[in-house]
């Protein structure tokens, strides 16, 4: 079994990385709810594209979850502030998951990797969080 160990301060510089990266992510997302600059794929599920539509036909709806995308993104690039980013973001990326888990399987893989990302940053935060629930 091959077992390799990653000094603190790489695995730092590591997770700050991915946080970085997940943040941007965010902030892409958000955006693009905003402005629309990403074209949208053909091929997508029937299923996905109702699910899309009720959620536009609430009005308020994609505003708030790209206000929550931008905020939640821009919180988490910063160390001391990506505990509650992550708070902010929490629930909309369980609605990402999901959405890959009962309609749109094809993204599963990669909201898997988002969730694997979102573990570690509640593990390397997780003495915060523990103070909300004391």
Do not use: C
Request: charged share 15%; proline share 7%.
């Amino acid at each position: 079994m091959l077992i390799i160990k990653i000094n603190l301060p790489m695995k730092n510089k590591i997770f700050n990385i991915v946080s970085v990266l997940f943040g941007l992510l965010l902030i892409n997302g958000g955006l693009n709810k905003f402005f629309n600059y990403l074209p949208v794929p053909e091929n997508l599920p029937e299923p996905l594209i109702k699910d899309s539509m009720a959620l536009m036909e609430i009005s308020w709806l994609m505003p708030l979850i790209a206000s929550a995308e931008l905020t939640g993104g821009l919180l988490i690039l910063f160390p001391r502030t990506r505990a509650l980013g992550l708070l902010i973001v929490f629930p909309v990326m369980t609605g990402v998951l999901l959405t890959h888990l009962t309609v749109a399987p094809d993204g599963l893989i990669m909201a898997l990797i988002i969730w694997v990302v979102i573990g570690w940053i509640m593990w390397e935060n997780r003495s915060k969080f523990l103070q909300l629930i004391r």
